[in-house]
């Protein structure tokens, strides 16, 4: 299974950014994919999930500011960042779990693969 996120760079405070997601090796559909960040010094926070059956999650603090678009027949998953913050600056992982339904999807350690990253920086 291999993860690839793409899109990262450097915004100004405000402005919109779009980061993708290519998986492969992922049998079916019925998996988790989910977004997560690392800031410096911090420890990697949950930012948003799409389920396997269409829901999707996001944390509060990027609730109404991100969007989450899943393609199953090109089996990526791509986070629409808009209203950027410096605050949001951070590594940003995307993650992937087996199991259908996972007891926790804001918990990292429920996620069996994990991308490389890719650096989002917003400028004040």
């Known amino acids: 299974v291999r993860l690839v996120e793409s899109g990262g760079g450097l915004v100004q405070a405000g402005g919109s950014l779009r980061l993708s997601c290519a998986t492969s090796?992922?049998?079916?559909?019925?998996?988790?994919l989910g977004w997560f960040r690392q800031a410096l010094g911090k420890e990697r926070e949950f930012v948003a999930a799409?389920?396997?059956?269409?829901?999707?999650q996001f944390a509060d603090y990027v609730k109404g500011r991100f969007m989450l678009s899943r393609d199953n027949t090109k089996n990526t998953v791509d986070v629409q960042m808009n209203s950027l913050k410096p605050e949001d600056t951070a590594v940003y992982f995307c993650?992937?779990?087996?199991?259908?339904?996972?007891?926790?999807?804001?918990?990292?350690?429920?996620?069996?693969?994990w991308g490389q990253g890719t650096q989002v920086t917003v400028s004040p």
């Open positions: 993650a992937a779990a087996r199991r259908n339904f996972l007891i926790s999807y804001t918990d990292p350690k429920e996620y069996d693969y």
């Open positions: 090796g992922l049998t079916g559909n019925t998996y988790t």
């Open positions: 799409s389920k396997w059956n269409g829901a999707l």
